[in-house]
């Protein structure tokens, strides 16, 4: 008589395990084809299994995908993520000085955020997860501003009321991020629809983390994407690793996330998450779809989560170190330059430049941020603020407690 | 001025928002060509068309969770959960996203959204269709959280609701949409023709929300209720004779708390009626919070009839429901207390 077995999904390496990426399937660059944008879903089936890349690895950009942008393009892109890895890195540190209370860095996957963004229009709506700083500091919002939201300081956009890493902006049009999981994707599926009531042809974007991808919230945006045919676009990071939860355990094992789209009526890529061109191209692919009316896609983006969650787990703890290393599709940051080196726009000696300068810009403006306060020094919000947006009016529920506090607080002084 | 039952007055309320506001849009299963399973949506899409009232999928998370991008796009949604019993799918959209946007954002994002959803039992609808969960959300910070119990009521309220910049969560007694309840299963069904209460305006108006609402004014002692249990109460202090005030709360969140304690400094005793379960429930903050303003007027200690903490039964349901005999036994328990 046969008995159940329960699957239990492999996970490559764990600590002091040889590093093991067999499992991710990798094409040639150039090798996708790339149909037109308006193309039935049916035919993304195969796209949605193979991997969108133009980048090869001596830096040659190939095939149809490449989305030929010119060098002023590729120079904006390289900074920008070398802002956002240099971002990254100082309020790492300045976590561990205890300035700040927790952070989020996107070590690794800075051309998922900064590619899109850039592929996009600055009208359409971006419903970030909390490691898509990359499109914050595209679109432009000053590095003050969001150094004062880690801070809490007096000059916190959320008045203190939310964790580090919780942006968000009316004027860049970027959602406000909530600490739970994947509830930006129906949110960003619903902007999508409204656009299309109103008869308007911006398009919404959301990201998020393949781990996400098993949330109920994931799948009811694509159900209501698909139903509604609404103009969105939605990413799933596919980094590998959720905290220490291996992808597999979302699902990914011998499937695709991108062939999540096709499977409920949607189309679907996979694209190679870090070759800054195929992220660009794919994104502008899938905006024009969306845009002529034809749908959402559903865009995975493999790459690999060079770092840890965050700022509370230790990654040597539950995966290989020598992972990062030896993840095959390198780093974006590095496989951009080397295209710009080939293409005699780029050299060593500009690179170091670059990142000394936007070091400076990054020090200087955490020297401005710190003078508006940090959670423990200098400049305080007004803690009656705590009760305010609650709801638009101040109800008179919430006004006897402000007051109280406001008494237990003059009282200690 | 017209009669109209709860359902032609919530009806009426979408139908004249969808005509004054083109940020309008009602969403929610069955809502659309079928007109909900209630008819409360009934003609709505023929009359404004399939792109503002919308069929959904089965997926109430999704419901909310799009509701919620719409308000970022400038519209107003007005979200119909079949069900309450249905809206716990919703319900991290609700807790997470929109009670927290506008505090969370510092008000550059809101979700003036409108969440309508049938509550409470006397149906025999079972567990899966008779549940009362107002006070899971008025204990949640950052939504307004409403009942009514009369046509009049409805209509107002729920455009007061549609209009307001804050996301309310509208809930509408079912069993009295056709008609007033007292809580006597075996008698005919009333009609709410000719009820007071049933004269509805045809165009605009609204009934603010946060206000409560003397029922039926008295001096003897409160009876603090909302929703069906409105009926039900009125109809025990009758059979009693009493000289009770009933108070309809109509709005868990804001409470006014202000009509609801001069009433009980007024008379001294007071009784709080719900359907929902007792342990934990809203009756406990408003006897908490009643018992704060107005100890030294008191007379006898604050009483509670609620529904059994119990899951809703379905064959017992009319030893569940906190109906006539048990709201009378307690009120002359608390008339009692005053020998």
């Known amino acids: 008589m046969s008995v159940s077995k329960l699957h239990v999904p492999a996970v490559p390496a764990r600590p002091g395990e040889q590093p093991d990426f067999s499992y991710v399937r990798l094409s040639a660059a150039g090798e996708v084809p790339r149909p037109d944008p308006t193309v039935a879903v049916g035919e993304t089936a195969s796209l949605a299994e193979s991997l969108v890349c133009v980048l090869d690895d001596s830096g040659q950009a190939l095939g149809p995908w490449n989305p030929k942008l010119d060098t002023e393009q590729l120079l904006k892109g390289l900074r920008l993520m070398l802002l956002t890895r240099l971002f990254d890195e100082r309020m790492q540190r300045t976590q561990r000085q205890g300035r700040i209370t927790f952070y989020v860095r996107s070590l690794g996957e800075e051309a998922v955020s900064v590619a899109a963004a850039m592929a996009l229009s600055d009208r359409d709506m971006l419903f970030p997860s909390y490691r898509n700083q990359g499109l914050h500091v595209a679109r432009g919002m000053s590095l003050v501003d969001l150094m004062c939201q880690l801070l809490s300081n007096s000059r916190d956009m959320c008045l203190g009321r939310q964790l580090p890493v919780m942006y968000h902006s009316v004027p860049r049009r970027l959602f406000s991020i909530s600490g739970n999981l994947a509830t930006q994707f129906p949110q960003a599926v619903g902007w999508a629809m409204a656009a299309a009531i109103k008869g308007e042809s911006d398009i919404a974007a959301a990201w998020t983390g393949e781990g996400s991808t098993a949330a109920a919230d994931f799948h009811h945006a694509l159900t209501f994407a698909k139903v509604y045919r609404a103009p969105v676009i939605l990413n799933v990071v596919n980094n590998q690793w959720a905290i220490s939860t291996f992808q597999g355990y979302a699902g990914g094992e011998q499937r695709s996330f991108a062939a999540r789209g096709p499977g409920i009526g949607l189309a679907g890529l996979r694209v190679d998450g870090n070759d800054f061109l195929a992220v660009h191209a794919a994104t502008a692919w899938a905006a024009e779809r969306a845009r002529a009316g034809y749908g959402a896609t559903v865009l995975e983006l493999v790459t690999y989560r060079a770092g840890a969650h965050s700022t509370s787990d230790d990654p040597a703890r539950y995966r290989s170190r020598e992972e990062a290393e030896q993840w095959p599709l390198g780093d974006p940051i590095d496989r951009l330059a080397q295209h710009l080196e080939r293409e005699g726009a780029w050299d060593a000696a500009r690179h170091a430049a670059l990142a000394a300068e936007l070091e400076q810009e990054v020090a200087a403006a955490w020297r401005e941020a710190i003078s508006h306060g940090t959670l423990t020094e200098g400049p305080k919000l007004d803690p009656a603020l705590m009760f305010e947006d609650v709801f638009k009016e101040l109800p008179a529920h919430l006004r006897e407690q402000r007051d109280e506090l406001l008494a237990e607080i003059s009282a200690l002084e | ?339």
Request: charged share 20%.
């Open chain 2, 1 to 339: 001025m017209p009669s109209m039952n709860m359902v032609q007055a919530l009806n009426s309320a979408m139908d004249v928002m969808l005509q004054r506001d083109p940020r309008v849009v009602v969403l929610g299963e069955d809502v659309g060509y079928f007109g909900g399973v209630f008819r409360v949506t009934d003609g709505l899409q023929k009359q404004h068309g399939a792109h503002r009232v919308l069929d959904t999928p089965i997926a109430e998370g999704g419901i909310v969770g799009a509701s919620v991008g719409m308000c970022a796009n400038g519209l107003r949604p007005v979200a119909e959960i079949q069900f309450a019993d249905y809206i716990y799918p919703a319900y991290d959209q609700i807790v997470s996203e929109v009670a927290r946007l506008r505090y969370r954002s510092a008000a550059a994002f809101t979700a003036p959204l409108t969440i309508r959803t049938p509550c409470g039992g006397g149906i025999r609808g079972g567990q899966t269709h008779s549940q009362s969960p107002e006070g899971v959300f008025a204990h949640v910070s950052g939504i307004k959280t409403v009942m009514p119990s009369n046509p009049h009521d409805a209509k107002g309220m729920l455009i007061a609701a549609i209009e307001d910049d804050d996301p309310v969560i509208f809930f509408e007694p079912k069993r009295i949409y056709n008609g007033p309840f007292d809580g006597e299963p075996d008698k005919p069904a009333e009609s709410w023709a000719g009820h007071p209460q049933a004269e509805v305006p045809e165009g605009y108006y609204t009934v603010p929300l946060g206000q409560a609402a003397i029922t039926r004014a008295g001096s003897a002692l409160s009876v603090i209720t909302y929703g069906t249990m409105v009926h039900v109460c009125l109809a025990a202090v009758q059979a009693l004779g009493l000289d009770a005030e009933v108070v309809d709360v109509r709005s868990m969140m804001p409470l006014d708390i202000d009509t609801i304690a001069a009433s009980v400094s007024k008379t001294g005793r007071c009784l709080i009626v719900h359907e929902a379960t007792r342990f934990g429930g809203f009756g406990a903050e408003l006897s908490a919070s009643i018992q704060e303003r107005c100890f030294w007027h008191l007379e006898a200690p604050i009483m509670r009839v609620a529904g059994w903490d119990t899951p809703y039964p379905h064959a017992f349901e009319w030893g569940y429901f906190p109906g006539k005999r048990r709201v009378m036994n307690a009120l002359r328990k608390l008339v009692g207390e005053a020998a």
